[in-house]
């Protein structure tokens, strides 16, 4: 028997906007205890890609569009993506009540892999690790890099005031790094959101508050 589920006693659902002078972004649905459905159009063909396998993998459904100033360069619009699902994921949590809180994953693809540890503490801390692998792979292709990646993920999870740690190996490029990344994040926190009834709706810490 499965003690973790998703919860059916309090939709876990929101939509967030976040518009600045230099990028528009319009998250009109994010369902925690969804199925996996995405509609994503950020103008940067690979991370859709890569946002499509988060929610995916993570049972959320997800609608994002967004457009920016990617006439200047890609990083403004990546950025302000990150800060605006870490908002939308935060306001769709709430008070956490419940959750199973920490959780981890492993995903290989190919000769890559990627490790994702993540705690849910309201708490911001970020780690990123490159494990032997050479510059050259790491290139940037398809107009995204791993730095590009990296800087997402961390808005991310600065905006969601949690613990990811991220470690990448093995042999590949970036696209397939970035990829076991993203899948494993998105089976973390799938894991880490759900509802554990032992919890009895109480803040998943001793302390009693996050």
């Known amino acids: ?3 973790f589920r998703r919860t059916k006693n309090k939709e876990r659902v929101t939509a967030y906007e976040r518009r600045s002078k230099e990028t528009q972004i319009e ?43 990617t006439q200047v360069d890609n990083h403004h619009l990546n950025e302000d993506i990150g800060i605006a ?15 199973a809180r920490t959780a981890s ?11 994702v540890l993540v705690d849910l503490s309201n708490r911001a801390a970020f780690k990123f690790k490159l494990a032997g692998i050479l510059e050259v792979s790491i290139s940037d292709t398809e107009g995204y890099s791993v730095d590009l990646g ?17 470690e990448i190996a093995g042999e590949g490029d970036m696209h397939h790094y970035l990829e076991a990344a993203f899948k494993a994040l998105g089976i973390a926190l799938d894991k880490a959101t759900r509802i554990d009834p032992r919890r009895a709706g109480e803040v998943p810490s001793s302390k009693g508050i996050l």
């Not at 995405?38 to 890609?49: A, R, V």
């Not at 990296?150 to 991220?166: R, T």
């Open 27 to 69: 998250i009109p649905l994010l369902n925690i205890d969804g199925s996996g459905k995405s509609e994503i159009s950020t103008s940067i063909g690979f991370l859709d890609h890569m946002l499509t396998l988060l929610a995916y993998h993570g049972y959320f459904d997800l609608k994002i569009k967004a457009s920016g100033d």
């Open 85 to 99: 699902l870490g908002e939308a994921f935060k306001k769709a949590l709430g008070d956490c009540k419940g959750i």
């Open 105 to 115: 994953a492993e995903v290989s693809m190919d000769m890559a892999s990627a490790k």
């Open 150 to 166: 990296k800087d997402l993920l961390e808005s991310f999870a600065k905006k969601l005031c949690m613990n990811l740690h991220i």
């Open 1 to 3: 028997m499965n003690l």
